[in-house]
Structures are given as C-alpha cells and as structure tokens.
C-alpha cells in the first residue's frame, strides 16, 4: 500500500517532535504523583475553617462566592471531643497545641525561639494580647512584622493560624521596667490585670481541637527546641519547668540564677498566714516582708550539666513563663482568677482552681527556661 500524499509531505522532524510530545503527555499522565505532597495539602485543607464562625485556631479559607453572588450558609460542625487526645507522644497523634502570650514588649529572641521549636508549626496555633499603652502600640508593629516574614516565608516555619487582640481594659501600672512591675504594692492590681488578660485570651482562642494551651510569656528568650515534646512527655494535667535567667557575675563570668518564684510547695507557715488574712488579701512569693517558708521550685534545682532533667514533683502553685496545660483542663472551667481565690491570684490562684476541679500540678525542677535579662 502506498504511503497518502499528505503523510509523504510531512518533514520528519515535525514527526519526532509530535512523537516525543505525545510521550511526555503519558508520562505525566501516569506517573505517580508525590503522595506526601498531596497528603499534607489535603491534610491542610480538611484543617481549614470553612466559615469566619469557626474557632480561631483553626486557618480560614474564604470561600468562592456561587455565580450569583451568595455565600452558602454557614454549615452545622459536629466536633466529638471525647475523641480528642492529649497524650505523652502528641507528636506521633498529631495533637493540636496552642501556644498564648501576653505580650506588653516585643523581643526578638522570643520570636527567634518560637521558630525554632521542632514542634510541627501547622500543628500550632498562636495568641496573642497585646495592652492599649505606647508599648504594647510597639510591641504589635513589632509582632506584625515578624509575623509578616515567617507565614511569607519557608512552609515549615509557618504556623496553622495567629490571633492577635488589644485588651479592653487598661493596666494598672503603665511602664514595663522591671523594678516598677515587681514591687510589692503593685502586685495585687498587676497580677489581677494580667489574669484578666490571660482568661481573655483563653476564651477566644481555645477550639474545640485544641488539645494542649502553652501559656509562653513573651520574655522567655530560650527554651529546648524540644519544649511541647519534653514536658507533654510525662503526661500530666499541669505542668511548668523552672525559669531561670543567665547572667554576668561580678567577676564577669557567665551564670545561671533563679527567675520565677511562683512554683511552690505549700508550707504550714503560709495557711498560718492565710488564716489570719482578710478575704481581699494575697500571699506572695519572692518578698523578705512576706516569708511563708513554703518549697520554692527555684530553690531545689541542679544546676550540674548532667542533672537529672526528668525529675518531677508535685507542686501546689505554678508561675505562667512557660506553663503546659492539658486543654481539658482548662475546659473544666480552671481559669486564672483576678480576684483572691483562697489568698492566692493569678496563676497561683490557677493552681488551686485546678486543684479544686480534681487535677494536679507538677513541676520539673532541673529542666529550665530562660527569661531575658533586663
């Protein structure tokens, strides 16, 4: 059979071309397609909230409008938290952990921290609160930056979702120098405005598959990479390390010193003092002119390279620099009181509230957070 005129015309070229097109269309065609890719965007999408109701730790994707300009309503979600785990290895149970700071001050180190926890960020969402003071107008330009770069940035680094919220109220001390917040007389009103803040940034931002609240204050400037894994590690309902702070010594040698007083045993010498207090008053740790003799936390540390760092122990108060809560804790209604729960306010007065409600607080003594050093 002879060949047809047109297919004579034909330059071999345009032949081979056409050939090797038509075997790049079926090796695309076919092969297969990067299944860990795939997943992790199909993983992302079903995370995503589907309407601006949903909770705020969960992503928003805007939905496409139908052709005739409507939205479709918002849809009724069923969430099953019987099924939501917090457990020792939330890392292989993909658990949900939502990390929230008051924030009155920016500082980097704390940013630069954040972004290197080895915790999965799309399995972490951040709060924020931030005062209405010419600080924390700083501290939210200076958040919103940062925030800028990193969810613009490698994926890795980007986290499932932020909120960011100015307080209603105003605090009752304007200037953040360390001296002036610490002094004794400013206590009461300071620690019930920052419970104030803590409980606002709490309840707007917990969702229904959050299953662990990281409460990091915004001047913890180093912590293990490792933070979320180590301390859910040992499973308990609250649990806080020690915050310590480095330091030059007088001789210009760097150090280690005790920070945060806050995680305590009780002692019989503070309900003595308890009993004798007045209903709006407050015990307080860390103050020659309040000595309760109680077990500071602080105090019972090992500081030797090769401490035992998994060393626990029951504690009966807890400080908020770096403080890991199961979230069904605080579903229980555990909150931070801004009023004198049993003497005791904030997030000592947490501690108890917990206690209360059935759960206990622990404490690792010899595994440390670090907090700027003013």
């Not at 954040?114 to 330009?141: C, V, W």
Request: net charge neutral; hydrophobic share 35%.
């Amino acid at each position: 059979m002879s060949m047809s005129r047109s297919l004579r015309r034909t330059n071999p070229i345009t032949l081979v071309l056409a050939a090797l097109l038509a075997l790049g269309f079926l090796v695309f065609l076919f092969s297969p397609s990067d299944d860990k890719h795939s997943s992790l965007a199909q993983q992302k999408h079903d995370l995503a909230a589907s309407n601006p109701l949903s909770p705020p730790t969960s992503p928003f994707r805007k939905q496409i409008p139908k052709s005739n300009g409507q939205r479709t309503p918002p849809p009724v979600v069923h969430y099953r938290l019987n099924n939501l785990t917090t457990t020792s290895d939330p890392l292989s149970n993909r658990e949900t952990v939502l990390i929230l700071t008051p924030l009155a001050r920016f500082f980097d180190g704390y940013w630069e921290n954040l972004l290197q926890l080895s915790y999965p960020h799309d399995l972490i969402a951040l709060g924020f609160i931030i005062p209405k003071t010419r600080e924390g107008n700083a501290a939210t330009a200076a958040l919103q930056t940062a925030i800028a770069k990193t969810q613009s940035g490698p994926e890795r680094q980007r986290f499932a979702s932020i909120t960011i919220e100015r307080q209603d109220f105003d605090p009752p001390i304007q200037s953040q120098d360390e001296a002036e917040r610490h002094k004794m007389e400013t206590q009461k009103a300071r620690r019930a405005s920052m419970a104030r803040a803590r409980n606002s940034l709490l309840f707007t931002t917990i969702g229904p598959a959050t299953a662990w609240v990281l409460w990091l204050d915004s001047d913890i400037v180093e912590t293990p990479p490792t933070l979320i894994q180590d301390l859910a590690s040992h499973d308990k309902p609250i649990i806080v390390p020690n915050c310590y702070q480095r330091y030059l010594n007088e001789k210009k040698e760097p150090g280690i010193r005790p920070y945060d007083y806050n995680s305590w045993q009780e002692s019989t010498t503070a309900q003595q003092l308890a009993s004798k207090m007045g209903p709006d008053e407050i015990l307080l740790e860390g103050y020659a002119e309040m000595a309760t003799y109680r077990t500071l936390m602080a105090h019972i540390a090992d500081t030797a390279a090769e401490r035992e760092q998994d060393k626990i122990i029951a504690l009966d108060g807890v400080g908020g620099t770096a403080l890991l809560v199961k979230a069904e804790v605080h579903r229980d209604g555990a909150m931070f009181p801004p009023f004198p729960f049993y003497h005791l306010i904030e997030t000592e007065g947490f501690a108890k509230m917990a206690r209360r409600l059935g759960w206990h607080s622990w404490g690792l003594p010899n595994y440390f957070v670090y907090h700027y050093n003013e």
